[in-house]
């Protein structure tokens, strides 16, 4: 089965840019969606297609995808960003979907 | 503003039957653009996607879970549910129901999750 790697935690001076990556084999052949979920509540779709925003979403928030990861950017990282981020893409060929590992992100 | 609701025990005991309903409003189970998901989070881990069914009735299940799900659409409630049988304490996660988009499969718009512990 196709599996969605993402290193478990990174951390982040406030003002820095953050980069979580999701590794997967040729994962730049897929559409890649990013989640964001805080303590106690549902996760919150940030990024789809790789590199959209849905409305409501900062700018910050930025995300690209090529060979085998795909990258969510936060920039000017804010207290508030402090949460987990999980990837999810569908997987073609086992007709299912996939959610990446989580990443955790602490602003320093 | 598309909003889902989950509603369900929040209490099972081991080898029986989880059931649960995602009640959804301001917006159409029978619409033709969405799927409409269960996906699960036990306690300290991360997602793990359930299923979906089309409001035709056709489903699309997880295969790990493939043999005790069963999820079921009521378009006259605006409602779908999900059935897990023969849950052990490994079925004890928050709950979720989601939109899913039919093109990539991006999950929208999701309630806020019910927990569900499985024990005697």
């Known amino acids: 089965s196709y599996v969605l790697t993402q290193p478990p935690s990174v951390s982040v001076a406030p003002g820095k840019t953050a980069r979580i990556t999701c590794g997967g084999n040729?994962?730049?052949?897929?559409?890649v969606h990013w989640y964001q979920q805080k303590p106690g509540q549902a996760p919150v779709l940030v990024i789809y297609?790789?590199?959209d925003r849905p409305s409501g979403i900062p700018e910050r928030f930025s995300g690209s995808n090529s060979g085998n990861t795909a990258t969510l950017t936060i920039s000017r990282v804010e207290a508030g960003d402090e949460a987990d981020y999980y990837c999810?893409?569908?997987?073609?060929?086992?007709?299912?979907?996939?959610f990446g590992t989580g990443t955790k992100v602490t602003v320093l | 503003q598309v909003q889902l609701q989950e509603s369900g025990p929040g209490l099972v005991k081991p080898s029986e039957t989880l059931s649960l309903t995602c009640t959804v409003s301001?917006?159409?189970?029978?619409?033709?653009?969405?799927?409409w998901s269960w996906i699960r989070q036990p306690p300290g881990k991360g997602l793990e996607w359930i299923g979906y069914?089309?409001?035709?009735?056709?489903?699309n299940y997880n295969p790990s879970l493939k043999s005790r799900v069963t999820i079921s659409v009521d378009t006259s409630k605006n409602q779908f549910s999900l059935k897990l049988s023969s849950v052990t304490a490994a079925d004890t996660a928050v709950y979720y129901c989601?939109?899913?988009?039919?093109?990539?499969?991006?999950?929208?718009?999701w309630g806020q999750g019910t927990l569900v512990t499985v024990s005697s």
């Open positions: 989601a939109r899913e988009g039919r093109g990539e499969h991006e999950h929208d718009y």
């Open positions: 301001g917006g159409s189970v029978s619409s033709g653009s969405y799927y």
């Open positions: 069914i089309y409001y035709s009735g056709s489903t």
């Open positions: 040729n994962i730049g052949s897929k559409s």
């Open positions: 297609y790789d590199s």
């Open positions: 999810q893409v569908w997987d073609s060929s086992s007709d299912h979907q996939v």
